[in-house]
């Protein structure tokens, strides 16, 4: 009869005790905080184990929401401000154009309003890129391409900018197929081109080979030990002209949308190398 006594208040305890536990546990749950025991059991500790672990998830995607908001602002204030620079430019140069009769004058300031106008074009390029890239259903549609045609087009287009600098262009004879997207691969020919074109003090060297590794090459006198580890970031700014250098930070997103990637990046004896790679049709197995 005492044995059934002290069993029973046992198991009053007991049940007063894991009702205290539970008490408990909703209320850490309540103020989100991280659930402690001191009754020890392994089927609640496993379930205590799994809230926590969804509640430290829960909190990184918190936090993580709140930088992408603190970092959408920033880009906002960026865009706004790169945009009204040029804008503003515009305006001041169409005011002095209203009032020059000089046909000298009027020409030189239709030449600067013409090459304000197509930065900002490129601008818009450069925020449109990103916006695409940054899009996480953005999946580009991957085909058979001449990436050795590609690049002798987009040396064509960028004619009138290098023919002052004579640059050395080595292609190859017969076509380079890769598997990549042709407006991806376009856009990442276009900006390394450009990126050397800003940044050179009169030599580039480009070549495509039948690796399907693209390199270019590029003299500078303004850089002193660059860190090559922020060249490919959004964060980038070119010492020379104090610009961001979203065009590599473009280049290197789209590279790992076609399984691609960047082979070197070095700066040696003032001179720029960049060198990528594309995947060679032969080397993916078509499905």
Known sequence: MCFLILLNILIAITLCLWKYQISQITKQIQENRKIRLFLPDRHIEKLAGI???????????????????EQLKQSVL??????RTPLTSIKGYLTLLENCNSKEEQKRYISIIQ???DYLACLVQIFYDISIINNDNYIPEIEKLDINRIVTDCLLEKYNELKEI????RTENSPVWIYGNSTACKRIIENLVTNAITATDGYIFIEINQNGIFTIKNSTSGLENPDISLLFQK???????????LG????????????????????????MVISVYFKLYNNIPCK
């Open 78 to 83: 960026n865009i706004s401000h790169d945009l």
């Open 235 to 245: 964060s980038h700014v070119y010492p020379q002209t104090g610009s961001k250098g």
């Open 166 to 169: 004579h640059p050395v262009i």
């Open 115 to 117: 090459s304000k106008a």
């Open 248 to 271: 590599l930070f473009i280049v290197n997103e789209l590279l790992e949308k076609i399984n691609g990637g960047v082979k070197e990046a070095s700066f040696n004896n003032n001179i």
């Open 51 to 69: 809230i926590n672990e969804k509640s430290n998830a829960e909190k990184e995607q918190q936090i993580q929401i709140l930088q992408e908001k």
